[in-house]
């Protein structure tokens, strides 16, 4: 069962995660993910794993002016 502080935890990573992605935040959309090499990021335009690569996905797709 999550506590309060969980779900608050969890609405604010969310509202992190979708508002750097609009602002083209590429900082802000990476800080969203854990410090992990382990971590996988699944689109319609791939499957990337890896921070450099998740990194690397976001830092080309922002450029092209497209949001995720």
Known sequence: TLTA??????HDL???YYVS??????DGF?????DSD???FESAF???TGRQAIRT?????VHR???I
């Open 46 to 48: 791939g499957t990337f």
């Open 30 to 34: 990476m800080a969203c993910w854990a």
């Open 21 to 26: 992605t609009d602002e083209a935040d590429v």
């Open 65 to 67: 002016g497209m949001a």
């Open 5 to 10: 502080d969980d779900r608050l935890a969890l």
């Open 14 to 16: 969310c509202a992190r």
């Open 38 to 40: 382990d971590i996988r």
């Open 57 to 61: 996905f976001e830092d080309e797709h």
